[in-house]
């Protein structure tokens, strides 16, 4: 494709403004370690929100949303749509302890509620295990949708796309630290959804297209509008809706939807005021992710069904595209290649936006880990605040160039999500419960990890397409639950002292912290007050009423589209209901 002057303008402009921020914050941002990772914790929860929504909006999403409607549906989105019960539960159960614990990153938590050796492994080998390997595999799956994005509007090579990228990112993130990192998401969050918007509402009207009513009536359309699968076809109700929903939202760890919450977004409650504001961001973000977002990605998905109703017709527009990423995935990007001057340099600066601020992300939060969970921790205590900023800047460097050169391996964003998935199967239980059980101990999570990993590699170089994909999910979080359930009984239990000084720092649901109360209360080192922790049942109400309430408006705004105004009325009733509904409940809790 040729750019109009215009559309490198826009191009030009984002790439300054984004480069203007980073610098502007870096001062600070080297100050100390809590400031380059942590934004010196003062960080109000709009700020936090849009933040947590610009990182999950990456490049990749797009393409992964399309893979999914042209195959299996509107209602194949239930594979994602099905972690806002994760998210919920983030938002009114789990927020405000991790707001409480006062730590650096999620893995100090290991240190803070297990004891012994096995705590300090486990900080240390996740710090690389995620930071470094598992982070890399996430930032390449997004690189690989800037390679195809690159290679369909730009007719760039994978090479130069991951080149340009790199630089520009690894810049402003190792300069401005997490402040820059939520300022240019703040920006780049703004530009992505106008770009995203626009371009919907473009690509609908096309004279292809015909507008929205020929859209939703073209016979290749119709049977992908549904919201829910085929209740009378269980080969696709049992993968699209019931295990999703049944198994997969409390089961598994991904990163972004964590039970329990986790990684970047445990990262930015964190960095929040305080537990009102990093509830308050968590909520934000739920809304805007699951609500407000999905529509223009699906809309933009249906007509490349009408545009290229197969892959081989989106092979015969780009035959200068590399075979191994033409797969459906990529009619995300060939749609896009039809918008005009102006409004094509606003949504290239948006996918580059979406792009920039997931793996500026990625970048920070790995950095953390490195930094705080394993130089500082293991390698070297005594180091100073410059240093530890130093090496936080240098580990974000080599970050991006492991996950830019592994990202020239992929050829595809599902089969990475399919991947993702089996690896965290049957770890998120653990993840919700270690809050809640005292008998859940540091070899417990060392059993789970290597469990689930084990049981991924087995599905995928042993199993391989004997099982289908939800089949191998369903037996690795069984595998994995019976493992790490079996080790916490069986094994010894953290340390009495740490157990106590836990429950006194983060006031959990005592339910299952009974024996630990019991005994500290007879050692005189926990009183009455200690055992004042909340109101769990309100708190589960809550989450039900909110994903009620965000499913309400994701559906009531789809029925909107449909032109299905009775459906839509009752949809968004029923959202602001759950609304009324939850800030009666959330004053009680206060």
Known sequence: MQ??????????????LTMVIGLLVSKKAGSSSAEFFLGGRSMPWWLLGVSMVA????????????????????????????????GMLTVFVYAKLWRRSGITTDLEFYELRYSGQEARFLRGFRAIYLGVFFNVMIMATVMLAGIKIGGILLGLTPVTTVLIVSIVTVIYSSIGGFKGVIYTDFFQFIIAMIGMVWASIYIVNMPEIGGLTNLLSHPGVQPKLSFLPDFNNMEVLV??????????????????????????????????????????????????????????????????????????????????MN??????????????????????????????????????????????????????????PEASEKELVQIGRISTVLLMIFAAVFALFLTSALQAFNILLQIGAGTGLLFILRW??????????????????????????VVKDQLLSHEKLVIGVLLTTIAWVATALFTKPTDQKVLVNFYKMIRPHA??????VQQGIKDGVITNEHTRTGRLAT???????GCAGIYALLF???????????????ALLVAAFAAFGLKKLWSSIE
């Open 239 to 320: 993968p699209l809706l019931i295990i999703p929903i049944a198994v997969q939202w409390w089961s598994v760890w991904y990163p972004g939807a964590e039970p329990g919450g986790g990684g970047y977004i445990a990262q930015r409650m964190l960095s929040a005021k305080d537990e009102k504001n990093a509830i308050t961001a968590t909520l934000f973000f739920n809304v805007a992710h699951y609500a407000l977002r999905p529509w223009p990605w699906i809309l933009i998905a249906l007509a490349s069904i009408i545009v290229f109703p197969n892959v081989s017709d989106i092979a015969v527009k780009f035959p200068n």
């Open 539 to 545: 708190e589960i109400l809550m989450m039900v009423m």
């Open 511 to 516: 339910m299952g912290w009974q024996p630990v």
């Open 55 to 86: 990182t999950t909006f990456s490049a990749d999403t797009p393409n992964l949303v399309t893979d999914i409607v042209r195959n299996n549906g509107v209602a194949g989105n239930w594979a994602w749509w099905a972690f806002l019960l994760t």
């Open 3 to 16: 750019l109009a002057t215009i559309d490198w303008v826009v191009i030009a402009l984002f790439f300054i």
């Open 323 to 380: 075979p191994a990423f033409v797969k459906d995935d990529l009619a995300f990007s060939a749609m896009l290649s039809y918008l005009p001057a102006g409004l094509m340099g606003i949504v290239i600066a948006a996918l580059i936006a979406a792009l920039m601020s997931t793996i500026s992300t990625h970048l920070n939060w790995g950095s953390s880990y490195v930094v705080n969970d394993f130089y500082q921790r293991f390698i070297k």
């Open 436 to 461: 809640f059980w005292w008998r859940v101990n540091a070899m417990s999570e060392i059993v789970a990890m290597v469990f689930s990993f084990i049981t991924a590699i087995v599905m995928e170089l």
């Open 556 to 570: 009531g705004t789809g029925y909107l589209i449909y032109g299905q105004m009775m459906n839509a009325l009752m």
